[in-house]
């Protein structure tokens, strides 16, 4: 029979989904998945039992699992987390996939808006080349961003910006991945734990788009390529903008979900 503070009886008792529960007790005994199954017999001791409830009870209270282990895994890389920065989600991985198609050898590359620097890390760590920088309004994402580069290694230059105000050079490649969220939007109900200027830019959704697309030509090179990523219903609106600013070859990829997700465009003189 299995001990009742053992881990493969916790997994199938606590009130939580099991791929959570496993992560959590990863977490907390610092085993990787493959000892949580070849250790399934060890048992907890009362100090461990009772911090493991108090995870699983953060997680009953709605906290992101990626908050209480401080950790998500983005381009298959570790990135430290916490409240101060979005949890990079999966779908920002076609931005990186999209920036190493079109990035060569040495080019120049600002991503603005960088919270944990997951996007900038990513593109350096897999372009090493690239000159990369990335800039943020919030000196505590800043902290998290700057951590995760010495910590993975990458040498990104980090500052911090309100958009374009503390940008003075010009860049072969612009990205974002800016609050593009509608305030009214019910899926921020479910968000409440991340930042909310992280996600909403508290007017329309298109707000930060609208500044970056009309500001970018000025902080681009010759030929030089904007890529946002905004809302699966915005596509319309953002290639509007892409077009009004005159913006060449603009396009819009879709994601895994076929939601149109990125859109692009050269700024050609
Ligand atoms: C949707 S999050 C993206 C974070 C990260 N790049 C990612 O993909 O996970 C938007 C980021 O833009 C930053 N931001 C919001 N307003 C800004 C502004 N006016 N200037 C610079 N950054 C801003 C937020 O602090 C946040 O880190």
Avoid at 69 to 98: A, H, M, W
Avoid at 106 to 132: Q, W, Y
């Amino acid at each position: 029979m299995l001990n009742k503070n053992s881990i493969a009886n916790l997994i199938v008792t606590t009130n939580l989904d099991r791929s959570e529960v496993k992560i959590l007790l990863g977490h907390l005994l610092r085993f990787t998945k493959a000892q949580l199954i070849t250790h399934n017999d060890y048992i907890l001791n009362n100090s461990q039992l009772q911090e493991f409830y108090e995870l699983c009870n953060q997680r009953l209270l709605g906290i992101p699992i990626n908050y209480i282990t401080g950790t998500r895994e983005f381009y298959s890389r570790e990135f430290k987390v916490n409240s101060d920065t979005l949890i990079p989600r999966p779908e920002t991985e076609l931005l990186v996939d999209t920036i190493l198609e079109y990035a060569k050898a040495g080019f120049s590359l600002l991503d603005l808006g960088a919270g944990s620097g997951c996007i900038a890390i990513s593109v350096k760590l897999e372009s090493p080349t690239l000159f990369v920088s990335a800039v943020d309004k919030s000196p505590k994402a800043l902290e998290v961003a700057k951590f995760n580069a010495a910590n993975l290694g990458a040498n990104v230059e980090f500052k911090q910006s309100d958009w374009f105000s503390n940008v003075d050079a010009k860049y072969d490649i612009i990205v974002s991945n800016p609050p593009y969220i509608h305030p009214e939007d019910n899926h921020l109900d479910n968000l409440s734990f991340e930042p909310l200027d992280a996600l909403t830019d508290f007017y329309d959704g298109l707000s930060c788009l609208r500044h970056i697309i009309t500001n970018a030509r000025n902080y681009l090179n010759n030929d030089g390529i904007l890529m946002v990523e905004h809302g699966y219903d915005q596509g319309v609106s953002v290639r509007e903008l892409f077009i009004l600013n005159e913006f060449a070859k603009v396009t819009t990829l879709c994601d895994y979900s076929r939601n149109e997700r990125i859109t692009l465009g050269a700024a050609v003189n």
